[in-house]
Structure formats: C-alpha cells, structure tokens
C-alpha cells in the first residue's frame, strides 16, 4: 500500500540516521544553489514575470529542465517561480501551429528562440503533472494560470492529435498504451514510463481520457518490469516496445545501452513504489541496480550494456547517477537487519547524503536529478 491510500510519506534519511534539523538545513542549503546562487543556479529570471532553467551543458532552455523546475516548485511552495516559468514556457515553447500544434518545442535558446519545432514527451508529463498540483496546491488562476485546464489540454493533445482530421500525431502509441520517444516514433524510452502519474492522470484528466491512462499505468508497469534486465536491473536508454534494447544506430547515436536517460529509471519506479506500490515485476529493478554496481562507486563510472558489460566509455552524469539509485531505495522497504536488502539500499542512500552537488558546464542534468532525489528521500515529494 501506498502513500496515495495512507497519506504517509518515508523520510529514508530520517530511517538511516540523519535528523530533521540536518535534512531541513540541507535541502535548504541544495535549494538555494539550485534556484538562486550566483555562480551555480540553474533557474534565472527573465524580465518582471518570467523565468527559466538552463541547460548548462548546451546553453538551452529544454522541456525537461523547465517542467522538471516546475515540478520542484510545486513541491517546495514556491508559486512565483513555478508562474514565471510556466508563463515563459508558454510564451516562448509553445507551438500553435503545424503537426506540433499543442505541444512545447523542446529546445529553445535562452532569449527564447525555438532551437526546434519538435516535442519530448517527457516535458509533456511533467508540465501536466506539475499543472494539477499546482491547481490542487494553489487554486485555479485566470488565462494560462487556469492549471487544471492546461494540463487536461494537454494530455488531450498527448492522446488524441491525428484523430478527426486534427494534424500531428500523439504522443502515446494508442494500440499499447505506451509513451513514445517522440510522437510518431516506432519505439520508446524507458525512462518516460510514468505508471505514477498516469494512475493521477487517471483521475483527473478529461473523463474520456481517464481509462485510457489508467490502461497506460498497468502498461507501463508491465513494461518497466520487461524493460529492466533480470539480472542487472539496467534498462536501455531507448528500447522497443517489448522492452528489448534498441540495436539499431539512429543518426545522433547508439541508444541502446544503460546511458544517461536510463539512470532516470530508478528513481521513477521508487518513487511509483512510494506513492503506489503496485507490482508487476519492476518494483525489484532498483535494488538489482544497486547489487550489480555493488560497493564501489567507481563502478559506477562507466557505460554498461543492459546485461552489465561494461563499456570504455565514460558516462556523462555520475552525480544523476548517484542521485536516480539513491532514489531508488524508495522501492526497497525498510529493516533494521544489518544484513537487510534495506541496508544495501541505506548506503547508496549514504553515498548521496554525502555527495555534493555538480558544479561545472555539465551540472544542470545531475543537479536537476539531485534535488528530485533529495525531495523523495526527505518524504517531501508528494502529490497534491
């Protein structure tokens, strides 16, 4: 049972030792540098009423980032950044004509010029997951700020473009229920299967719309648990609807080993298993994940194969990595039993207490994975 039916979220620092005041000032402490340090902020002003995060690594602002800050302001109660970043977002990202009518370009430059005039379907769920908090959190405003409006739109569009004559296509394959890596595509990502807000969505979207995504949370559980090799518990930076690796090379890369979207994985089935607790076989990835890279972090330095070969190749994101398997501990109940599963998952818990954030180019997808981690493992990631 989850914290949807008792209302109770883990605190899994408070269960390995760490008291309220050290997790109070911490979060405080990830916040402030995130959101407002001078030198290491991912999220800037823009003008009187807007904002933006930025991806440091490629100097954009991206879906992913600006619905992901939406998400964390929901969250932590911080309404003025969450309107000036939705208000830029629909300002500057949102497409109104095209196939893409409906949709956020994903990509745009900082003084919001669209980069492309495609969507990530991962930016579209968290936009319509953070707008229902919002209007849950905060009531419904006018115009943009109706919350609850735009995200039902929203997940309309994510459904039903390319029916009656509408141009584009959804961004869910409508035979399989599942998430696609961008509308119209013959695969998917792993890391976009959110059994946990769909089972939201599910009641709360527009009333023809619910039963399907209530069809896409038993789908997506179905998947991750297909998805997630057996013995590693990695999944595949994209992968094929039944759940096998990608094998062949799309024209930016190969995509079908355990790489920088996959790390997200973890931390997405931890925090279903949190808030659902609904097992179709994926809820076990995690503590795989965490058994296979074992007591070394240095084994968690390099690419791996789904089936745990590991790879010359150096990733990307140690700190998002860290972050997503400390996450994942969510999914592993707790046990005083030294010799526990809990306490496997207590130490990567550990690790990441002790681990700062990211500075440099590359810290916006770490930092970002960061403080969603710190806000599950501190019981303050809830649904509102």
């Given at each position: 049972?989850?914290?949807?039916?008792?209302?109770?979220?883990?605190?899994?620092?408070?269960?390995?030792?760490?008291?309220?005041?050290?997790?109070?000032?911490?979060?405080?402490?990830?916040?402030?540098?995130?959101?407002?340090?001078?030198?290491?902020?991912i999220y800037h002003e823009a003008g009187e009423d807007m904002g933006y995060l930025t991806d440091t690594g490629n100097n954009d602002a991206r879906t992913?980032?600006?619905?992901?800050?939406?998400?964390?302001?929901?969250?932590?109660?911080?309404?003025?950044?969450?309107?000036?970043?939705?208000?830029?977002?629909?300002?500057?990202?949102?497409?109104?004509?095209?196939?893409?009518?409906?949709?956020?370009?994903?990509?745009?430059?900082?003084?919001?010029?669209?980069?492309?005039?495609?969507?990530?379907?991962?930016?579209?769920?968290?936009?319509?997951?953070?707008?229902?908090?919002?209007?849950?959190?905060?009531?419904?405003?006018?115009?943009?700020f109706e919350y609850s409006r735009e995200a039902r739109e929203l997940l309309s569009s994510m459904i039903h473009k390319g029916e009656n004559g509408r141009?584009?296509?959804?961004?869910?394959?409508?035979?399989?229920?599942?998430?696609?890596?961008?509308?119209?595509?013959?695969?998917?990502?792993?890391?976009?299967?959110?059994?946990?807000?769909?089972?939201?969505?599910?009641?709360?979207?527009?009333?023809?719309?619910?039963?399907?995504?209530?069809?896409?949370?038993?789908?997506?559980?179905?998947?991750?648990?297909k998805a997630c090799n057996e013995k590693t518990g990695l999944s595949a930076e994209y992968a094929n609807f039944d759940g096998s690796p990608m094998t062949?090379?799309?024209?930016?890369?190969?995509?079908?080993?355990?790489?920088?979207?996959?790390?997200?994985?973890?931390?997405?089935?931890?925090?279903?298993?949190?808030?659902?607790?609904?097992?179709?076989?994926?809820?076990?990835?995690?503590?795989?994940?965490?058994?296979?890279?074992?007591?070394?972090?240095?084994?968690?330095?390099?690419?791996?194969?789904?089936?745990?070969?590991?790879?010359?190749?150096?990733?990307?994101?140690?700190?998002?990595?860290?972050?997503?398997?400390?996450?994942?501990?969510?999914?592993?109940?707790?046990?005083?039993?030294?010799?526990?599963?809990?306490?496997?998952?207590?130490?990567?818990?550990?690790?990441?207490?002790?681990?700062?954030?990211?500075?440099?180019?590359?810290?916006?997808?770490?930092?970002?994975?960061?403080?969603?981690?710190?806000?599950?493992?501190?019981?303050?990631?809830?649904?509102?």
């Amino acid at each position: 049972m989850g914290a949807f039916e008792t209302k109770t979220y883990r605190n899994v620092f408070k269960e390995i030792g760490r008291t309220d005041a050290a997790i109070e000032a911490r979060l405080k402490e990830v916040v402030d540098t995130f959101f407002y340090d001078e030198n290491e902020r991912i999220y800037h002003e823009a003008g009187e009423d807007m904002g933006y995060l930025t991806d440091t690594g490629n100097n954009d602002a991206r879906t992913e980032g600006m619905s992901y800050g939406m998400m964390m302001c929901v969250q932590l109660d911080m309404k003025e950044e969450f309107d000036r970043i939705w208000k830029w977002s629909k300002t500057y990202m949102f497409m109104t004509e095209g196939d893409n009518e409906g949709y956020f370009a994903w990509s745009c430059e900082t003084n919001g010029k669209k980069n492309a005039y495609g969507p990530a379907p991962d930016g579209e769920e968290f936009y319509a997951m953070a707008l229902f908090f919002a209007s849950h959190r905060w009531g419904d405003g006018e115009g943009i700020f109706e919350y609850s409006r735009e995200a039902r739109e929203l997940l309309s569009s994510m459904i039903h473009k390319g029916e009656n004559g509408r141009p584009g296509c959804p961004m869910f394959n409508r035979e399989n229920g599942q998430i696609l890596f961008v509308p119209g595509s013959p695969h998917t990502d792993p890391s976009y299967h959110l059994p946990h807000f769909y089972e939201l969505f599910a009641l709360w979207a527009n009333e023809e719309d619910r039963e399907f995504f209530k069809r896409a949370a038993r789908v997506s559980r179905e998947y991750l648990a297909k998805a997630c090799n057996e013995k590693t518990g990695l999944s595949a930076e994209y992968a094929n609807f039944d759940g096998s690796p990608m094998t062949e090379q799309l024209p930016w890369g190969y995509f079908g080993n355990f790489f920088s979207d996959a790390y997200r994985t973890a931390a997405n089935i931890g925090l279903d298993a949190e808030w659902f607790g609904e097992d179709a076989g994926q809820i076990s990835a995690p503590l795989k994940m965490m058994k296979f890279f074992g007591t070394d972090l240095e084994a968690a330095r390099c690419v791996y194969t789904v089936e745990g070969e590991a790879l010359d190749k150096t990733v990307l994101h140690p700190v998002g990595l860290l972050a997503t398997l400390a996450q994942g501990a969510l999914s592993v109940p707790y046990s005083e039993d030294p010799d526990s599963d809990f306490a496997v998952a207590a130490k990567w818990v550990n690790w990441f207490w002790n681990q700062p954030l990211r500075k440099g180019v590359r810290r916006y997808y770490d930092n970002c994975l960061y403080l969603f981690a710190f806000l599950a493992l501190s019981g303050n990631y809830r649904m509102w």
